[in-house]
C-alpha cells in the first residue's frame, strides 16, 4: 500500500468512526462505572473487537466472533507499542499514513499475525 492508496483508505469517515466507537466505550466505562475496557460489540452482523494499550487502542470489525480474533488483535497493539521501545506513540499525533508505507513495521505485523 503507497502512501496515496493508504490515503484514501484511511478516509475522514473511518476516522471519525474510529473516533466515536473509542468515546463510546470510554463513555459506557465512566457511566456504568465498570472497571477495565469493552472488548466486543455487536451492531448487525458485525463484531467489533477492541484492545487497548498504554498509548493506543485498536478496534477489529468482523463478521466472525472468535477468540482468536481478540487474541490476535491484543497481540498486534501490544508488539505495536514495543516498536522502539514504545517511544513512538508516546507523543503521536494520531497520523496513520507515515505508519502504512510498504517497508514499514506495521504492515510487516499486521501480515505476520494476521495471516
Do not use: C
Amino acid at each position: 500500500m503507497n502512501k496515496d492508496s493508504a490515503e484514501k483508505y484511511y478516509n475522514d469517515e473511518k476516522i471519525l468512526l474510529a473516533g466515536l466507537l473509542y468515546a463510546f466505550t470510554r463513555g459506557v466505562n465512566e457511566v456504568e462505572n465498570i472497571g477495565g475496557n469493552i472488548e466486543l460489540v455487536k451492531k448487525g452482523d458485525t463484531y467489533f473487537f477492541f484492545a487497548f494499550g498504554k498509548n493506543i487502542f485498536g478496534i477489529l470489525f468482523s463478521t466472525q466472533n472468535h477468540i482468536i480474533l481478540k487474541n490476535k488483535l491484543d497481540l498486534f497493539i501490544q508488539e505495536v507499542e514495543n516498536i522502539d521501545n514504545g517511544n513512538k506513540f508516546e507523543n503521536w499525533d494520531g497520523e496513520v499514513t507515515a505508519f502504512l508505507l510498504p517497508d514499514n513495521e506495521l504492515i510487516s505485523l499486521l501480515d505476520k499475525i494476521f495471516r
